[in-house]
């Protein structure tokens, strides 16, 4: 095997991957290296995979459960490991900007952690890009560790005993419509507003498109530190911006980022990424 080699993207988060195809089973040992990479770095990216869905379902499965697609899953009730991020359907056809899934997704440009609106949110999300835009189609990352490190102690210990109330409709219905079905299948639910990553130790604050208010607070008071958080998460030096290139699989940690599309005009260019998801362990209020 060659070696495998980390090499930092940013400051705050992410290291670029080599020598390891992660399309094929992948040794003890290097995944022991990857997952301690994951709690450093919060976001690696592996470049030139020669993916495909079930190599993808597989890589996903070695970090914990996939979690089923909740757009899917809450609409239809089918249970799907594996979503479509982007404006393609075919080899031949694809949205523009104006298409209702175009403008759905668009609720992805919101600074937010996957599935954050989840009793059992998800750990980690896996990406890969199999078309990407000429212009355009980032998605930056911001790391909620090193913002929270930023903070007084002071200010961290009034953070540390609050919970926040995360809600998908709340967030979403300010972008586009949400089918019913899909709403009613993810009523608000509560979650520790700071977590430890159970490896290293480190802490965060945990917040996002999603999160509506902190419980006990006026909704004044909530938007106010809510907004406060995100703001300083996310100033312009603490953001990583990743220009997909074909080929890339990214992995990152739910737990501690936040991402957003950077967005893209889909009336005249293709984007097409696969997304898994793996499962966090349980309720963040049992953390
Ligand atoms: C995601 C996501 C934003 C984008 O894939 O989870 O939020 O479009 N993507 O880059
Ligand atoms: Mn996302």
Wanted: hydrophobic fraction near 35%.
């Amino acid at each position: 095997m060659r070696r495998l080699q980390f090499e930092p993207l940013h400051d705050e988060l992410g290291a670029r991957v080599t020598g390891i195809d992660i399309t094929k089973p992948i040794a003890g040992d290097a995944l022991v290296a990857i997952c301690e990479a994951l709690d450093e770095y919060s976001l690696l990216c592996f470049p030139g995979q020669d993916m495909n869905d079930a190599a993808q379902l597989a890589f996903t499965r070695r970090f914990g459960e996939p979690e089923p697609n909740h757009v899917k899953l809450g609409a239809t009730g089918v249970i799907d490991y594996l979503g479509t991020v982007g404006n393609v359907i075919d080899a031949n056809t694809k949205q523009g900007n104006d298409a209702p899934r175009t403008r759905y997704q668009r609720g992805n440009n919101l600074w937010h952690s996957d599935s954050s609106f989840r009793l059992v949110p998800a750990k980690f999300s896996i990406n890969h890009a199999y078309e990407v835009p000429g212009e355009g189609g980032a998605t930056q990352f911001a790391s909620m560790r090193t913002g929270y490190e930023r903070l007084s102690e002071e200010r961290q210990k009034t953070l540390d005993p609050l919970q926040v109330l995360h809600d998908y409709v709340f967030s979403r219905s300010q972008v586009a419509p949400v089918d019913p079905n899909h709403a009613a299948s993810l009523p608000p639910i509560e979650h520790k507003l700071v977590r430890t990553n159970p490896g290293n130790g480190r802490k965060n604050y945990y917040v996002g498109s999603h999160a509506r208010s902190i419980i006990g607070w006026t909704g004044i008071e909530s938007r106010k530190l809510i907004d406060e958080l995100l703001e300083q998460t996310t100033r312009a030096e603490h953001v990583y911006a990743h220009q997909w290139e074909v080929g890339d699989t990214l992995i990152w940690d739910n737990r501690c980022l936040l991402h957003r599309g950077a967005g893209y005009d889909a009336d005249k260019w293709r984007r097409m990424m696969r997304q898994t998801r793996v499962s966090g362990v349980g309720p963040t209020l049992n953390e």
